[in-house]
Every structure is written in structure tokens, then in C-alpha cells.
């Protein structure tokens, strides 16, 4: 966008030695109504004030984007000020809490050209104004023709520059990064490079998953860049980098099913402008700020990413207790503290390793909890998370003693991450200090107060009624063991076979595992619904010729069965997406009712699994493992057989149809 077409020298006022925020917003907006930009100047004013309500407007180096969109304006427009003192920093709130504003850019957006033409103006602007040299140039211009001039310049340089870029293919970066950090970050990638390749476009994606960051995009990559595509379910790390570079926020999942869309979306149409800081970038240019739900839901996901490893670990050593204990017939008491003292060396070493295993598990609720509230709110919110977590974990029973105290579980969990996360940010984003004590706030200010918010909110609601809950809970699952067996494992089983490893699937083995944890349910149906889909239909499209006579996946899918049914035996259930992707009213209620189907049959022959582990690496640990084999292999066939009858159903309705047509 030309800067220079939508400005005028009469909306240029240099060196005004105007007092407040106010003075420079009715200013600027009388101006507007002179030349004519604006019909009604109180409606573009309160349009005006209503998005200075949404966020900071000023960013740093002393300037501040003002801007309203409204039915009152009735062409794009620009009016630039500079003042002759700058105004406190309290007096235009910046998201840098020392900015004072005196380079001030009030722009007027149609309501009819909210989308491309508002964006466009936005981003180039504030691409523009992170050019530190011209900053300091339009501070120091005295006439309205030099502002104009410097705001024209890059049009000039873009001229002389175009047969280059037209040579230079356009240059994505992306990031990808799921909760676990397994398939759905690499998939999303692979999806992104296709579709890339299918638009001539380059592109280099980072994947930020469960072996770190690998690919990692270098500091020449991001010179070059036209933009970022962040398809992340968890915050993704080292947003600062892209600084100035356009930038479309979406869920990992998104490019398996919109990958070229994609691309365009971010060439043409983003979301806005990566901002300076991590936090900050969050909110578009847009001033759209991402809705507190959605804040909610990636930072759940977030803390389950964090979380995972140490179940894993824990899980391991437990399991290797209890896989040793069964050689020497003391699987039953390898807990037991006399164990400690047994004259066989093994079976102490084994003893202390199941009691380190129970130990790390402890820690899952402070991890989780720590690394939600700082998805929410950075750095400063870890500490009181952290807390938070211990305190839903319950180790104030433990230090005190009281063997009775049942912690708060995954929901205080929760409860306490989302509070801390959300108090952090709001005392950060308005507590604002002298410079010579900036650095109480993270020291002393924002973990005094939200570690203090966080005890009495644990002692005088957290607790009694979330612990409560889980109280409740037990007595219930003893009272009506059958009955609350049943529904328990239908609603683990659907949740967890629903999107495959997806967001849904991780909040339902949060649950899961905190309950378990708490010891109100077992994992046993939990650990089933991962592997019976993937293994289900990977069956079926190995069976499906010798059942109906004839195959009713195609080729492709037929690919994808194989690496399905292998990576269920593995617990991936990603390997099953393909299917859901492609006939997804098929594929997810079958998935729903064969992961429940055979949940809910061994858990109701008596098998019973504790720990986290699911498929081949946790079948040593499992109790009753008949009960167990018989529910998967009912699952499974159910999932085979159900998907071959109804696509070859379909199949042979489409060729009746065809038939009858001719």
C-alpha cells in the first residue's frame, strides 16, 4: 500500500504541542472531518476509543498506531502528528511499558474495506515504522512534503527493485508443533511442503516437536522471508524472531486439510504483523486479540505437551518395578516399605525404583500447571503455576501429614493454571513501574501476589471442591461399581478415539490419567480406545477383498492401512487420520463406538491397567490380560467389519446410480 495516496499535507501536524491522548484523538479527527474523510466524527471517535480499549496502540521508539473502522468514514485515510514534548508513558499505554509517544499515525478505515484494505494499510505501516532511522526522520521533519517524501521512499526503492522480485519466488517459513510432538507436527509440515510445491512457492518449516526443534529456521531465512505460518496447537517457541513479517495463526491439523489454502491465505489475506515481543505477537495488527477460549484451550494443551514426558518416565520406572517384582512373586507388595530392608539387593533396588517412579508422578500437576500459566502469561507465571500444581497434587497432605487430605486432581489443576496464567498477564500488562524498579515486578510484585492469590484460592475453594469432587467420585465408582464402570469407560473410550491424538484426545487423557493418579479409575479403557481405531482400520484394508470380494478403500488409503495398523500395535493412533480425513462421517463414529465396544468388554471381564502405557509397551503391566486381549480383538473386528460392509454399501449404491443413469 502507498502511504502517500492516502495522506494529505493537511492532515499532517508537526511539532504540535498537544497534552494528552484526548487533545491528539479530537485533533485529528476535526481534521478528518474538514477534508471530508469523516461524515459523523462522534461515531469514527467512538470507534476510535472502542479499539484503544482492545490493546496498547502504541508500540515503541515513541510511536502509536490509533485506529477506527466505522460506517463513518467514508475513504482510507492517514493523519500524522508529531509533538514537541512526548507524552508520559502512562498518558498513551504502549506494550513497551517505557514508550512515550510522539510519533502518532490516526488512521480512518471504512467499514465496507475492513478486510484486505485495512490490513494492508496496518501491516505495511507498522512494517514501515520498525525502520529505527525512519522514525527519527519523520520526528525531525518540519515541513508536511518531507513526511510525505519519506513515507514515499520505499514505493521508489520497491520500483527499482521489481524485476527482481519478480525472479524471487515468493519465501514461507513455518512452524509446526503439536501437544505431543509426534505426528501431527511432522504431518502438518509434510502437508505444508506439498502444497507449497503445488503453489511454486518456497517454503521451510520448522517443526517443533517431541525431540526439540528440529530444521531450525537461521537468521538469513527470515530476511528473505514473505511470511509465517504458525500451525501450532501449543505456543510455539521463539515468535520473536519474525518480527515485522505477515503471519497466519491456526491448529496444527489445519494444513492436512487446507494446506494450499493456506499458503494463499498467508501471501494475501494474514492475520497480521509478528509483533517485538512473544507475548505481544499474539494479537495481530488486526488488533484482534485471540479470544480467551482459544488463550485457554492451547495453553491446556500446552501443559499436557510438558506433562507427557515425565508420565512417560514415571510410567517406565513403575513398570519396570513391577515387570521385576513378578519374577520374584512380589509384584503385589514391591510397595510395601519392608521391601526396603529385604536381604535380596534386586528386590530393594526394584522397591525404591517403583517409589522414585510414584514420586516423579507426583510432579505431573506442578509441570502441567507451571507450563499452562506460562503459555498464558510467559516466564513470570511458571513459579505460581508451579505452586499451583503442587498444591493440586496435594503435597501440602503430604507435608502435613494428613494421610485422609484427597488433592483437587486435574480440575484444581487446571482451575489453578488458568487463574495463574490470567492474573500474571493482567498484572503485567498494567502495573507499570519507574525504571529503577522495573525489576520488582517479576521478582517480587508478580510471584508474591499470584502465589498468595493461589494458596487462599486453593484453601478456601480449590480444595474443598475439587477435592470434594474426587471424593465423590470414589464413593460413587465403589457404591455403583458396574454401573459407573460402564459409564466411565464409554466416556474415556469415545473421547479418546474421536480425533485421533487431537486436542480432544489429549484433554480426555488428562482426565484420564489424573484420575487414575487420584486412584478413582483406571486407565484400562483409556489405553484401549488409543490403539483399537488405528488397528481396526488398518485391519480392514487388509481383509476387506477376502470379506466383500473386492477392495473398497483406494490405493492410497490402502498405503496408509498398513503404517496404521503398525503404528497402532506402537499407541499411535495418527496413522489412522488419512481414513477420518477422507470420510470423516465414516471413519469417527465407528472409531467412537469400536473403541468403546471394546473398552467397555474388558473392563467388564476384569481387566485392569494402572499406568500409562498403552499398547505392547505397557501389556506387562496389565491385570487379567485375557479379559484384555478379548477387548481389543472385539474392538478391532468391530472396527474391521463395520467400515468394509458400509463403504462397500456405498460403493455398490453408486454403481446402481451410474447404471440406471446410462
Same mark, same amino acid.
Given at each position: 500500500? @502507498?502511504?502517500?495516496?492516502?495522506? @494529505?499535507?493537511?492532515?499532517?501536524?508537526?511539532?504540535?504541542?498537544?497534552?494528552? /491522548?484526548?487533545?491528539?484523538?479530537?485533533?485529528?479527527?476535526?481534521?478528518?472531518?474538514?477534508?471530508?474523510?469523516?461524515?459523523?466524527?462522534?461515531?469514527?471517535?467512538?470507534?476510535?476509543?472502542?479499539?484503544?480499549?482492545?490493546?496498547?496502540?502504541?508500540?515503541?521508539?515513541?510511536?502509536?498506531?490509533?485506529?477506527?473502522?466505522?460506517?463513518?468514514?467514508?475513504?482510507?485515510?492517514?493523519?500524522?502528528?508529531?509533538?514537541?514534548?512526548?507524552?508520559?508513558?502512562?498518558?498513551?499505554?504502549?506494550?513497551?511499558?517505557?514508550?512515550?509517544?510522539?510519533?502518532?499515525?490516526? *488512521?480512518?478505515?471504512?467499514?465496507?474495506?475492513? !478486510?484486505?484494505?485495512?490490513?494492508?494499510?496496518?501491516? &505495511?505501516?507498522?512494517?514501515?515504522?520498525? @525502520?529505527?532511522?525512519?522514525?527519527?526522520?519523520?520526528?525531525?521533519?518540519?515541513?508536511?512534503?518531507?513526511?510525505?517524501?519519506?513515507?514515499?521512499?520505499?514505493?521508489?526503492?520497491?520500483?527499482?527493485?521489481?524485476?527482481?522480485?519478480?525472479?524471487?519466488?515468493?519465501?514461507?517459513?513455518?512452524?509446526?508443533?503439536?501437544?505431543?510432538? =509426534?505426528?501431527?507436527?511432522?504431518?502438518?509440515?509434510?502437508?505444508?511442503?506439498?502444497?507449497?510445491?503445488?503453489?511454486?512457492?518456497?517454503?521451510?518449516?520448522? +517443526?517443533?516437536?517431541?525431540?526439540?526443534?528440529? &530444521?531450525?529456521?537461521?537468521?538469513?531465512?527470515?530476511? &528473505?522471508?514473505?511470511?509465517?505460518?504458525?500451525?501450532?496447537?501449543?505456543?510455539? +517457541?521463539?515468535?520473536?524472531?519474525?518480527?515485522?513479517?505477515?503471519?497466519?495463526?491456526? /491448529?496444527?491439523?489445519?494444513?492436512?486439510?487446507?494446506?494450499?489454502?493456506?499458503?494463499?491465505?498467508?501471501?494475501?489475506?494474514?492475520?497480521?504483523?509478528?509483533?517485538?515481543?512473544?507475548?505481544?505477537?499474539?494479537?495481530?495488527?488486526?488488533?484482534?486479540?485471540?479470544?480467551?477460549?482459544?488463550?485457554?484451550?492451547?495453553?491446556?494443551?500446552?501443559? =499436557?505437551?510438558?506433562?507427557?514426558?515425565?508420565?512417560?518416565?514415571?510410567?517406565?520406572?513403575?513398570?519396570?518395578?513391577?515387570?521385576?517384582?513378578?519374577?520374584?512373586?512380589?509384584? +503385589?507388595?514391591?510397595? &510395601?516399605?519392608?521391601?526396603?530392608?529385604?536381604?535380596?539387593?534386586?528386590?530393594?533396588?526394584?522397591?525404591?525404583?517403583?517409589?522414585?517412579?510414584?514420586?516423579?508422578?507426583?510432579?505431573?500437576?506442578?509441570?502441567?500447571?507451571?507450563?499452562?500459566?506460562?503459555?498464558?502469561?510467559?516466564?513470570?507465571?511458571?513459579?505460581?503455576?508451579?505452586?499451583?500444581?503442587?498444591?493440586?497434587?496435594?503435597?501440602?497432605?503430604?507435608?502435613?501429614?494428613?494421610? +485422609?487430605?484427597?488433592?483437587?486432581?486435574?480440575?484444581?489443576?487446571?482451575?489453578?493454571?488458568?487463574?495463574?496464567?490470567?492474573?500474571?498477564?493482567?498484572?503485567?500488562?498494567?502495573?507499570?513501574?519507574?525504571?529503577?524498579?522495573?525489576?520488582?515486578?517479576?521478582?517480587?510484585?508478580?510471584?508474591?501476589?499470584?502465589?498468595?492469590?493461589?494458596?487462599?484460592?486453593?484453601?478456601?475453594?480449590?480444595?474443598?471442591?475439587?477435592? !470434594? *469432587?474426587?471424593?465423590?467420585?470414589?464413593?460413587?465408582?465403589?457404591?455403583?461399581?458396574? #454401573?459407573?464402570?460402564?459409564?466411565?469407560?464409554?466416556?474415556?473410550?469415545?473421547?479418546?478415539?474421536?480425533?485421533?491424538?487431537?486436542?480432544?484426545?489429549?484433554?480426555?487423557?488428562?482426565?484420564?490419567? !489424573?484420575?487414575?493418579?487420584?486412584?478413582?479409575?483406571?486407565?484400562?479403557?483409556?489405553?484401549?480406545?488409543?490403539?483399537?481405531?488405528?488397528?481396526?482400520?488398518?485391519?480392514?484394508?487388509?481383509?476387506?477383498?477376502?470379506?466383500?470380494?473386492?477392495?473398497?478403500?483406494?490405493?492410497?488409503?490402502?498405503? #496408509?492401512? /498398513?503404517?496404521?495398523?503398525?503404528?497402532?500395535?506402537?499407541?499411535?493412533?495418527?496413522?489412522?487420520?488419512?481414513?477420518?480425513?477422507?470420510?470423516?462421517?465414516?471413519?469417527?463414529?465407528?472409531?467412537?463406538?469400536?473403541?468403546?465396544?471394546?473398552?467397555?468388554?474388558?473392563?467388564?471381564?476384569?481387566?485392569?491397567?494402572?499406568?500409562?502405557?498403552?499398547?505392547?509397551?505397557?501389556?506387562?503391566?496389565?491385570?487379567?490380560?485375557?479379559?484384555?486381549?478379548?477387548?481389543?480383538?472385539?474392538?478391532?473386528?468391530?472396527?474391521?467389519?463395520?467400515?468394509?460392509?458400509?463403504?462397500?454399501?456405498?460403493?455398490?449404491?453408486?454403481?446402481?446410480?451410474?447404471?440406471?443413469?446410462?
Amino acid at each position: 500500500m @502507498d502511504m502517500t495516496l492516502i495522506t @494529505d499535507p493537511s492532515l499532517i501536524f508537526l511539532h504540535q504541542d498537544w497534552q494528552s /491522548k484526548e487533545e491528539v484523538l479530537d485533533h485529528l479527527i476535526n481534521a478528518f472531518a474538514s477534508e471530508g474523510v469523516v461524515n459523523d466524527k462522534a461515531v469514527y471517535k467512538q470507534a476510535v476509543l472502542d479499539r484503544e480499549k482492545i490493546s496498547e496502540t502504541g508500540f515503541e521508539n515513541g510511536f502509536a498506531i490509533p485506529h477506527g473502522k466505522s460506517e463513518a468514514v467514508t475513504k482510507p485515510a492517514v493523519a500524522i502528528v508529531t509533538l514537541k514534548k512526548p507524552l508520559a508513558s502512562a498518558a498513551w499505554p504502549s506494550t513497551d511499558p517505557t514508550n512515550q509517544v510522539e510519533l502518532i499515525f490516526l *488512521l480512518a478505515i471504512p467499514e465496507s474495506q475492513k !478486510g484486505d484494505a485495512y490490513l494492508k494499510i496496518l501491516s &505495511d505501516l507498522a512494517v514501515r515504522l520498525m @525502520d529505527e532511522k525512519l522514525v527519527d526522520q519523520l520526528k525531525h521533519a518540519n515541513t508536511a512534503d518531507q513526511v510525505i517524501q519519506l513515507l514515499g521512499k520505499k514505493n521508489q526503492e520497491a520500483t527499482t527493485t521489481i524485476k527482481e522480485t519478480k525472479q524471487r519466488p515468493k519465501q514461507i517459513l513455518a512452524i509446526t508443533a503439536c501437544a505431543t510432538g =509426534i505426528a501431527h507436527t511432522y504431518m502438518a509440515a509434510e502437508a505444508l511442503q506439498k502444497a507449497a510445491a503445488a503453489k511454486g512457492v518456497q517454503i521451510h518449516v520448522e +517443526k517443533q516437536g517431541a525431540n526439540g526443534i528440529e &530444521d531450525g529456521i537461521t537468521p538469513e531465512m527470515l530476511k &528473505d522471508a514473505d511470511g509465517v505460518i504458525f500451525a501450532t496447537d501449543i505456543a510455539a +517457541k521463539g515468535k520473536e524472531r519474525f518480527k515485522g513479517i505477515p503471519f497466519v495463526q491456526t /491448529k496444527v491439523a489445519e494444513p492436512l486439510k487446507h494446506g494450499e489454502a493456506m499458503i494463499d491465505q498467508v501471501l494475501n489475506h494474514p492475520d497480521g504483523v509478528v509483533q517485538g515481543e512473544a507475548a505481544a505477537s499474539e494479537v495481530a495488527t488486526t488488533g484482534k486479540k485471540q479470544s480467551w477460549q482459544s488463550t485457554l484451550m492451547q495453553s491446556v494443551m500446552t501443559g =499436557i505437551s510438558y506433562m507427557i514426558p515425565i508420565l512417560v518416565a514415571a510410567g517406565v520406572m513403575i513398570g519396570l518395578s513391577q515387570i521385576g517384582a513378578s519374577f520374584f512373586g512380589l509384584n +503385589k507388595v514391591i510397595g &510395601d516399605p519392608k521391601m526396603a530392608t529385604n536381604a535380596n539387593q534386586m528386590i530393594v533396588l526394584l522397591y525404591y525404583m517403583g517409589q522414585c517412579g510414584n514420586m516423579a508422578m507426583k510432579f505431573m500437576y506442578p509441570i502441567f500447571t507451571a507450563f499452562m500459566a506460562y503459555s498464558i502469561a510467559d516466564r513470570p507465571a511458571i513459579a505460581p503455576g508451579f505452586v499451583g500444581g503442587a498444591f493440586a497434587a496435594g503435597f501440602q497432605f503430604i507435608l502435613l501429614g494428613n494421610a +485422609k487430605g484427597i488433592p483437587s486432581g486435574f480440575f484444581g489443576a487446571l482451575f489453578l493454571g488458568a487463574l495463574v496464567g490470567f492474573l500474571v498477564k493482567y498484572m503485567n500488562e498494567h502495573i507499570h513501574l519507574n525504571k529503577n524498579f522495573s525489576a520488582m515486578k517479576p521478582m517480587l510484585i508478580l510471584p508474591g501476589v499470584s502465589i498468595l492469590v493461589v494458596f487462599l484460592a486453593n484453601f478456601f475453594i480449590v480444595d474443598p471442591v475439587f477435592g !470434594g *469432587l474426587n471424593a465423590w467420585l470414589q464413593q460413587m465408582v465403589l457404591t455403583y461399581k458396574d #454401573s459407573s464402570e460402564v459409564l466411565l469407560s464409554s466416556i474415556i473410550a469415545c473421547l479418546t478415539a474421536f480425533d485421533l491424538g487431537g486436542p480432544v484426545n489429549k484433554a480426555a487423557g488428562a482426565v484420564a490419567i !489424573g484420575m487414575a493418579a487420584d486412584k478413582v479409575f483406571p486407565l484400562t479403557p483409556r489405553v484401549l480406545s488409543i490403539v483399537i481405531p488405528p488397528i481396526g482400520i488398518g485391519l480392514a484394508t487388509l481383509i476387506d477383498k477376502y470379506v466383500v470380494g473386492r477392495h473398497v478403500f483406494d490405493e492410497d488409503l490402502r498405503v #496408509s492401512g /498398513k503404517t496404521s495398523l503398525l503404528l497402532g500395535f506402537l499407541a499411535i493412533g495418527e496413522g489412522a487420520i488419512p481414513f477420518a480425513l477422507a470420510n470423516p462421517l465414516i471413519t469417527i463414529p465407528i472409531n467412537m463406538l469400536g473403541a468403546t465396544l471394546g473398552s467397555v468388554t474388558a473392563v467388564l471381564l476384569g481387566a485392569v491397567q494402572w499406568y500409562p502405557l498403552p499398547a505392547v509397551w505397557g501389556w506387562p503391566l496389565v491385570q487379567n490380560f485375557p479379559a484384555y486381549a478379548v477387548g481389543i480383538l472385539v474392538g478391532v473386528l468391530f472396527i474391521a467389519l463395520t467400515n468394509i460392509f458400509i463403504r462397500f454399501h456405498i460403493i455398490r449404491k453408486k454403481e446402481k446410480t451410474t447404471t440406471a443413469v446410462k
